[in-house]
Nanobody, 123 residues
Framework: VQLQASGGGLVQAGDSLRLSCAAS????????MGWFRQAPGKEREFVAT????????YYADSVKGRFAISRDNAKNTVYLQMNSLKPEDTAVYSC?????????????????WGQGTQVTVSS
């Protein structure tokens, strides 16, 4: 499956952004989806994950209550709504697909990765 992330940009602290990740070339509804991010000089960090049905989600503590992951299986797209953005949210955000049939925060469980979209939050 191929993944294409979009929606990043430069915003001010407190603003919102919605990232999208469009999938093609596979049966999207079979995959658990996740969002990860990587800031310069830092390790890749789990952000959020959603199971195939959309009924189950899981978030990193750093974004819980501010970010929301969702999916539209009819459109083969997963979203990440980011509210109350902070400068520490600045990173390249990547979406990923996993064959594990439940939410997972372990990047090693994800077989397919998108190219990433830059999110920059100014103070």
């Amino acid at each position: 499956v191929q993944l294409q992330a979009s929606g990043g940009g430069l915003v001010q602290a407190g603003d919102s952004l919605r990232l999208s990740c469009a999938a093609s070339g596979g049966t999207f509804s079979r995959y658990t989806m996740g969002w990860f991010r990587q800031a310069p000089g830092k390790e890749r960090e789990f952000v959020a994950t959603i199971d195939w049905s959309g009924a189950n989600t899981y978030y990193a503590d750093s974004v819980k209550g501010r970010f929301a992951i969702s999916r539209d299986n009819a459109k083969n797209t997963v979203y990440l709504q980011m509210n109350s953005l902070k400068p520490e949210d600045t990173a390249v955000y990547s979406c990923a697909a996993s064959r594990v049939p439940s939410t997972t925060r372990d990047y090693r469980n994800y077989s397919y990765w998108g190219q990433g979209t830059q999110v920059t939050v100014s103070s």
